[in-house]
């Protein structure tokens, strides 16, 4: 059996990669490109509303693209309740 490495990136982790526009756009080519070859899973994006009295959700969105080797989650947090206090309203978590 193959091991299993998880690697959880920030909002920081992303900046420090300091990706160029062009890098960025190459590999949503190879997605996209791998998504028209049937060499992808990308499945239903989960929307969960904890409790009203939070008003906000999550969206936790699931996928692997072959050719690009590493499957992937994404969750996003999204609270009207920050935005009015002058934070983020929304966060991303990339394990």
Not at 6 to 19: Q, V, Y
Not at 40 to 66: K, M, Q, S, W
């Amino acid at each position: 059996m193959r091991p299993v490495w998880f690697t959880f990136l920030n909002g920081s982790d992303i900046e420090r990669l300091e990706l160029t526009d062009a890098e960025i756009l190459d590999a949503v080519e190879e997605g996209l490109r791998a998504q028209g070859q049937g060499e992808t899973v990308i499945e239903p994006r989960v929307h969960l509303v904890p409790d009203a009295a939070f008003d906000g959700h999550f969206n936790v969105l699931r996928g692997d693209v072959a050719p690009l080797s590493p499957a992937g989650v994404e969750i996003v947090g999204d609270f009207v309740g920050n935005y009015r206090a002058g934070l983020p309203s929304e966060t991303r978590t990339r394990p």
